[in-house]
């Protein structure tokens, strides 16, 4: 079974068209996040001349993550907030926007900084880059931007979202972050694509995150039993951070200007409730339940049908290798190599 790091690796290895990126600047926001640190391993990993900066809001998290990279000439960190207009005058020919408030837990306390750093952060990322010589942009949405149905949903579908609640600041400013960007294209000229990956796990979550995968990994980690409150029954699609890192790269370099993608793996569609078996059974624990906090149902989505189609991502030639049960061992592995 291949660790976190033999992944990564292996996926730098990915028949991509490479030589786009050499020579070039590379903008990855929200790099401390799950899905940003990831990719920035990635682009690290390889045989590069391209230069790669991660932007994050927390400096300390970025310096922990990213030590191994601390005497290459390639990579720099350099804090930065996207609700704020980018202060630089560093020509970014490649933007990443991942930056994004995803953890349930803003959505509670936070709505209005989450809708501002969505909506504002393709703004100022779109301003800075029309006016020093960006290339693209791939703006990281979500798969929740769908809401309820159902269907399987390819990217032409939409389901339903109920704007009055506060729990929709996420899945409607990325709705609006989305028309944004494709309005940016329309108006201005700025060549840009949008990747919607489904729930995504792996290690390296912040410690802040408190996402379903991230609370039950906590939970065997500190040996206790895993406990849900709810009765874990909504179906999702799920796809390890590595496979969704390297769908973005797919996107990015080979999407069609102005069209969107879904990231999911295919064959990890399953519900919370076995998500979080998994995870205990194979650390020896047991799942258990327990009512909720009338605070912590506030921050549950009321989505119970969340499943994606692939054929568009897979029409570029991305395709996914290995069992999503070993994937998650690697995970859980990965990050009891940082707890301990």
Known sequence: MATYSEDILRAGQAALPWEKLEGCNILVTGATGLIGGCLVEILMGRRHTYHVYAAGRNEQRARRRFAAFDDEETFHFFKYDVSEPLQSEIPFHYVVHAASNASPVFFKNNPVEVIKANVYGVSNLMEYGLSHGMRRMLYVSTGEIYGEDKRVFCETDSGYVDCAKVRSCYPSSKRAAETLCVSYSEEYGADMVIARPCHTYGPHFTESDNRVFCQFIR?????EDIVMKSDGLQMRSWCYVVDCAVGLLYILLKGE??????????????????LAATIAESNGKKVVFENPTDSESKSFTAISHAVFSTEKLESLGWKLNGDWREKLVATVDEEKREYL
Do not use: K, M, Q
């Open 219 to 223: 939970n065997v980690l500190r040996g």
């Open 257 to 274: 200007n102005g069209n969107a993608y879904n990231v999911a793996d295919p064959t990890s569609t399953f519900t919370i409730r076995e």
